[in-house]
């Protein structure tokens, strides 16, 4: 598999900022998938799992957070690309021994560029809608760890992080 292009492609030659051309790129199917982990209290992560904080459903409210901010990752991210995703999830679930939740993000759409940063943005935008809405209980929680865990489609093909 290639390895990342040997220049920044965000980059003109005179050093200014520039978004890819892509329209000479063929549509495939995309799909990025990230993770992020908010570390919290015993007692926190208790609260949300049994919906007792204060502000209502933490993993409801993460997870429609971060599917919009997926959607929105053009508006957000200069110089990204505005895209059609044809799927946004978000899954978040418990982890005793952090103690805390694992988010993960998965993006797809056929298109002419990928979904790493659609992905990104979704782990992270919902990672903080958790620390949002729990740092009343607890302002300890500390968000760690986010990464792209793999991609596929378009001319690089697939990639994994290494475990």
Partial sequence: MPGPSPRLTHIAEDGSAAMVDVGGKAETVREATAEGFVRMKPETLALIRAGDVKKGDVLGAARIAG?????????????????????????????????????????????????????????????????????????????????????????????????
């Fill in 67 to 163: 599917i919009m901010a997926a959607k929105q990752t053009a508006s957000l991210i200069p110089l990204c690309h505005p895209l059609a995703l044809t799927k946004v999830a978000v899954d978040i679930e418990a982890d005793e021994a952090l103690p805390g939740l694992k988010v993960t993000a998965t993006c797809r759409l056929t298109g002419k560029t990928g979904v790493e940063m659609e992905a990104l943005t979704a782990v992270s935008v919902a990672c903080l809608t958790i620390y949002d809405m729990a740092k009343a209980v607890d302002r300890f929680m500390e968000i760690s760890g986010i990464r792209v865990l793999a991609k596929s489609g378009g001319k690089s093909g697939d990639w994994r992080a290494e475990a």
